[in-house]
């Protein structure tokens, strides 16, 4: 477990590195090591498809997935692997088909919902359906943990922020600071996201940055961030002036 544990927080690492700076040497020795402790392993076998996956290696990808899908039928994160898969290759349809299937099969899930999320906001879809599709995601929250409330309010503000719909995405992390009102990230997105709605959201970027004020002080490092943006905003808008 250890090693497994090592070779994702390493993975995770990489991908916080912009891709020319990455390099996946540590993170394929930590794999190989944990796997030779645990070959079945099916959470090793999915970290090794995504690092395939970040390194272009498609056709590995697929073959790896393909295998893991045969052996596991009924892992839910396999078959989501499966259907996230068809969405790289362009086939919404598919994957819209296979997550039908996970959910009558195996149920309603934080994961499941996110793959929803990603195949919305990936494929071409009428207004009405989306509308309605995007909505279930939202319902019925609080029948999940807290962690998993979490992760879904923040994958879907995610979705939605990347979809340009930065209104919603700011609804959704205003739960997220509600529920965890020492949540850093959640302040810092509505502060950064308040940048996007420009006079609509003075009130939010202000009460963001006072909650920031609060957890770290006023020379916290999400606290000067936000600063230096307010700062080069303000800038900008001089110069528009001149």
Same mark, same amino acid.
């Given at each position: 477990?250890?090693?497994?544990?090592?070779?994702?927080?390493?993975?995770?690492k990489q991908?916080?590195?912009?891709?020319?700076?990455?390099?996946?040497?540590?993170?394929?020795?930590?794999?190989?090591?944990?796997?030779?402790?645990?070959?079945?392993?099916?959470?090793?076998?999915?970290?090794?498809?995504q690092l395939?996956?970040?390194?272009?290696?498609?056709?590995?990808?697929?073959?790896?997935?393909?295998?893991?899908?045969?052996?596991?039928?009924?892992?839910?994160?396999?078959?989501?692997?499966?259907?996230?898969?068809?969405?790289?290759?362009?086939?919404?349809?598919?994957?819209?088909?296979?997550?039908?299937?996970?959910?009558?099969?195996?149920?309603? =899930?934080? /994961? @499941?919902?996110?793959?929803?999320? &990603? !195949?919305?906001?990936?494929?071409?879809?009428?207004?009405?359906?989306? *509308?309605?599709?995007?909505?279930?995601?939202?319902?019925?929250?609080?029948?999940?943990?807290?962690?998993?409330?979490?992760?879904?309010?923040?994958?879907?503000?995610?979705?939605?922020?990347?979809?340009?719909?930065?209104?919603?995405?700011?609804?959704?992390?205003?739960?997220?600071?509600?529920?965890?009102?020492?949540?850093?990230?959640?302040?810092?997105?509505?502060?950064?996201? =308040?940048? /996007? @709605?420009?006079?609509?959201?003075? &009130? !939010?970027?202000?009460?963001?940055?006072?909650?920031?004020?609060?957890? *770290?002080?006023?020379?916290?490092?999400?606290?000067?961030?936000?600063?230096?943006?307010?700062?080069?905003?303000?800038?900008?808008?001089?110069?528009?002036?001149?």
């Amino acid at each position: 477990r250890a090693a497994g544990r090592i070779a994702n927080i390493l993975f995770a690492k990489q991908l916080q590195l912009h891709p020319s700076e990455r390099d996946w040497t540590s993170v394929e020795e930590a794999l190989q090591n944990a796997l030779k402790i645990a070959p079945a392993s099916i959470p090793l076998q999915l970290l090794r498809s995504q690092l395939f996956a970040v390194q272009g290696k498609t056709e590995l990808v697929q073959e790896t997935i393909a295998s893991l899908s045969r052996d596991h039928p009924d892992s839910e994160g396999v078959q989501i692997a499966l259907a996230r898969s068809a969405m790289q290759k362009g086939q919404w349809s598919e994957a819209r088909r296979l997550l039908k299937i996970i959910e009558e099969k195996l149920g309603d =899930s934080v /994961s @499941l919902r996110l793959a929803w999320a &990603d !195949v919305l906001n990936r494929s071409d879809v009428g207004s009405s359906e989306s *509308e309605k599709a995007w909505n279930r995601l939202e319902e019925k929250v609080e029948q999940f943990s807290e962690p998993d409330q979490i992760r879904l309010l923040e994958g879907l503000a995610g979705a939605w922020f990347r979809r340009g719909a930065f209104n919603k995405a700011r609804q959704l992390w205003s739960r997220v600071a509600q529920k965890q009102p020492h949540n850093t990230r959640a302040h810092f997105r509505l502060f950064v996201l =308040s940048l /996007s @709605l420009d006079d609509q959201a003075i &009130d !939010v970027r202000e009460n963001a940055l006072n909650r920031l004020r609060k957890i *770290e002080g006023n020379d916290g490092t999400h606290v000067r961030i936000c600063k230096a943006i307010q700062f080069i905003r303000r800038a900008e808008i001089s110069k528009t002036k001149v």
